[in-house]
C-alpha cells in the first residue's frame, strides 16, 4: 500500500502521576529528515525516539512534539543560568542606552527572568527512571505513529486511484495516436505529391523519387516504439502502485521516463492531429509528475 508524505497523529500516555503526549506531522521532502522536540529530561533518548520512528518513516520532513507533565516530586532545585542571564543584561543595556530608556530595576529583572533558559528547573532521574520513562514515552509515540500512518495510507490511497486515473486516460490517448498515425503518412504522401505536381507543371512525376520521399517521412515520423516503450512505462507503474513501502522515488523515476518520450513524440509528430494528442499526453504525464512527489 502507498502512503502520502503528509501526515499527522498524536498519542498520549498517561502512568500514575506522569503524563506523556506526542505530536508528529510531516511534509513532503526529497528525503528522511526528523526535527524533534524533546524535554531536556528526555536529551537521552532521542536516539531511542528517532529509530522508533525510522521503522515506520521513510521519507519525508517529520516534526515530533513531546510534552511531559508531572505532579510528582522530582525536582532537585531550581537554578539559573548565570552566563545567558549576564548576556541577556548586557544587551538589554545596550538597548536602553542607545534608546535613551530609563526602566527600573526590577522592570529589567522581570525582562531577563523571563527569557528562554534564564531559570532552568534541574532534575535528577537515575538510569532505572529513564528506562521507565522511556517504555511509557514508546507508548504514546506508538499511538501517536498508528494516527499517522493511518492517514499516510487513507492519502496514498486517493493519490493511487488519481494516478490509475490518470494512466488509463495516457492509454487511451496512445491508442488515438496509433490510430492517427498511418493518416499523418497518407496525408504526407497526398500534400507531397500535389506539391511535386504543382511544381513540375505538367512533367510526370518520379514515383520512385516520390516513393523513397514517403518512405523517408513513414520512418522518421514513426512513433511505434514510443508508443510501445510508454505502454511499457504504465505497466511498470501499475506495477509499483501495488507494492508496499516507500515507491516515491520509483514512481518519479518512471514518471520522468514517461515524459521523455512523450518529448519524443512530439517532435517527431507532423501531423496537426497527432500533434494535439501529444499535448494531452503531456499534460497528463506532469500532473502524475506532480502528484509522485506527494508518494513516500
Not at 135 to 158: D, H, P, S, Y
Amino acid at each position: 500500500m502507498i502512503r502520502s508524505m503528509t501526515g499527522y497523529g498524536k498519542g498520549v500516555y498517561q502512568s500514575e502521576n506522569k503524563k506523556f503526549s506526542v505530536e508528529i506531522k510531516s511534509l513532503n521532502n526529497k528525503y528522511s529528515e526528523f526535527n524533534v522536540r524533546l524535554p531536556r529530561l528526555f536529551n537521552p533518548l532521542e536516539d531511542r525516539l528517532r529509530k522508533l520512528l525510522a521503522n515506520d518513516i521513510a521519507r519525508g520532513r517529520v516534526d515530533v512534539y513531546v510534552n511531559f507533565e508531572s505532579s510528582g516530586e522530582n525536582v532537585s532545585k531550581i537554578k539559573y543560568n548565570k552566563t545567558i542571564a549576564t548576556s541577556y543584561h548586557k544587551a538589554l543595556i545596550s538597548l536602553v542606552t542607545d534608546c535613551a530608556l530609563y526602566p527600573d530595576h526590577n522592570t529589567l529583572f522581570n525582562l531577563v527572568a523571563k527569557f528562554p533558559e534564564v531559570i532552568e528547573i534541574d532534575r535528577e532521574v537515575t538510569d532505572e527512571q529513564l528506562e521507565v520513562i522511556w517504555i511509557n514515552l514508546e507508548q504514546a509515540t506508538k499511538a501517536a505513529l498508528g494516527q499517522f500512518l493511518v492517514m499516510r495510507e487513507r492519502e496514498g490511497t486517493a493519490l493511487r486511484k488519481d494516478l490509475q486515473e490518470r494512466m488509463s486516460k495516457i492509454t487511451k490517448l496512445l491508442s488515438a495516436a496509433e490510430a492517427k498515425a498511418p493518416e499523418a503518412v497518407q496525408n504526407h504522401r497526398t500534400r507531397l505529391k500535389k506539391r511535386m505536381e504543382e511544381v513540375l507543371s505538367g512533367v510526370a512525376v518520379d514515383e520512385t523519387r516520390f516513393l523513397n520521399e514517403v518512405a523517408h517521412f513513414s520512418d522518421k515520423a514513426d512513433i511505434t516504439e514510443e508508443i510501445t516503450r510508454m505502454k511499457s512505462h504504465i505497466d511498470q507503474m501499475s506495477d509499483v502502485l501495488l507494492e508496499n513501502g516507500a515507491v516515491g522515488r520509483k514512481l518519479d523515476f518512471v514518471a520522468q521516463e514517461m515524459a521523455r518520450e512523450a518529448n519524443t513524440m512530439g517532435s517527431k509528430a507532423n501531423f496537426a492531429d497527432i500533434s494535439k494528442i501529444v499535448i494531452d499526453l503531456k499534460s497528463e504525464i506532469e500532473k502524475i509528475r506532480e502528484q509522485v512527489q506527494n508518494i513516500e
